[in-house]
T-cell receptor
Framework: KQEVTQIPAALSVPEGENLVLNCSFTDSAIYNLQWFRQDPGKGLTSLLL?????REQTSGRLNASLDKSSGRSTLYIAASQPGDSATYLC????????????FGKGTRLSVIA | DAGITQSPRHKVTETGTPVTLRCHQT?????MYWYRQDPGHGLRLIHYSYGVKDTDKGEVSDGYSVSRSKTEDFLLTLESATSSQTSVYFC??????????FGPGTRLLVL
């Protein structure tokens, strides 16, 4: 059974700092991996989708990497801003493709001005 | 944003009453999902659908049923609500195994 872990559960950084959020998964036979952002009281917003054949994806100040062999993904946020404060979740879809996403419990990020 | 709406957005009900939550999409996506989100547990899959009238159970399906009679609508029913079903419920959609999009959520309080 696939399990997804995100450490740390919470992180506080000063504005302007570059930071890395970590995601690990137990079964490396994945189809793709997706990073989401969730603001308090809101739904999840998709940030980046990485296919199993890809090593990384970029969107603005966000860069997500994938290392299937080690069962790890990282979300890099450059020049953090207070508006980046949110919970970030990663989720993996297994190789069969049509299976639902398995989610980590998220990292709650606070960027202090 | 993907066209997903959930209704109602907030609901308070009493233990033992049936409750139906609705998810509506305008994207014509094949897959639809119901999750619940609780502190300490994260997002957990209740049921999902891979086509009209095609559904399957998720991790926490006990006490819940679903129906999908049209591509655009996916209903989640709590047959007899219990306090343990107090939660935030999210609907999501995806086209095959690609990007998954979430609705705004429904806050359910069972007294």
């Amino acid at each position: 059974k696939q399990e997804v872990t995100q450490i740390p559960a919470a992180l506080s950084v000063p504005e302007g700092e570059n930071l890395v959020l970590n995601c690990s998964f137990t079964d490396s036979a994945i189809y793709n991996l997706q990073w989401f952002r969730q603001d308090p009281g809101k739904g999840l917003t998709s940030l980046l989708l990485i296919q199993s054949s890809q090593r990384e994806q970029t969107s603005g100040r966000l860069n997500a990497s994938l290392d299937k062999s080690s069962g790890r993904s990282t979300l890099y946020i450059a020049a953090s801003q207070p508006g980046d404060s949110a919970t970030y979740l990663c989720a993996v879809r297994s190789w069969s493709g049509n299976t639902p996403l398995v989610f980590g419990k998220g990292t709650r990020l606070s960027v202090i001005a | 944003d993907a066209g997903i709406t959930q209704s109602p957005r907030h609901k308070v009900t009493e233990t033992g009453t049936p409750v139906t939550l609705r998810c509506h999409q305008t994207e014509n996506h094949r897959y639809m999902y119901w999750y619940r989100q609780d502190p300490g547990h994260g997002l957990r899959l209740i049921h999902y659908s891979y086509g009209v009238k095609d559904t399957d159970k998720g991790e926490v399906s006990d006490g819940y049923s679903v129906s999908r009679s049209k591509t655009e609508d996916f209903l989640l029913t709590l047959e007899s609500a219990t306090s343990s079903q107090t939660s935030v419920y999210f609907c999501a959609i995806s086209d095959r195994a690609e990007t998954q999009y979430f609705g705004p959520g429904t806050r359910l309080l069972v007294l």
